[in-house]
């Protein structure tokens, strides 16, 4: 089994920044894609940003697009999500998901953290 334990979530200003981490452990693939998802109170879980095994390809939510920068370093099994220029909008609990294919890590990933919180005042 796989599991991610995301960290760096917390309470930010509007315009400000922050750095989101997830660690992958157990039995990991380098070859895994990697992403983020989001849940608001109230609303369903939204796809963030997502990235291929080998870094070479990024995908992202229009919402957060020329705010938001995934990376990851296979190395230490970590990925990364670089948030800047945050709004109150983009409060929620943050989750890293792992799949096989950076298409299933869009859409229905099989591995999920168990969360971060973001919150963004105004």
């Known amino acids: 089994q796989v599991q991610l334990v995301e960290s760096g979530g917390g309470l930010v200003q509007a315009g400000g920044s922050l750095r989101l981490s997830c660690v992958a452990s157990?039995?990991?693939?380098?070859?895994?894609?990697m992403g983020w998802f989001r849940q608001a109170p109230g609303k369903e879980r939204e796809f963030v940003a997502a990235?291929?095994?080998?870094?070479?390809?990024?995908y992202y939510a229009d919402s957060v697009k020329d705010r938001f920068t995934i990376s990851r370093d296979n190395a230490k099994n970590t990925g990364y999500l670089q948030m800047n220029s945050l709004k109150p909008e983009d409060t929620a609990l943050y989750y890293c998901?792992?799949?096989?294919?950076?298409?299933?890590?869009?859409?229905?990933?099989?591995?999920w953290g168990q969360g971060t919180q973001v919150t963004v005042s105004s």
């Open positions: 998901v792992l799949d096989t294919t950076s298409g299933r890590v869009q859409t229905t990933p099989r591995v």
């Open positions: 990235i291929t095994w080998s870094g070479s390809s990024v």
């Open positions: 157990g039995r990991t693939s380098s070859t895994n894609a």
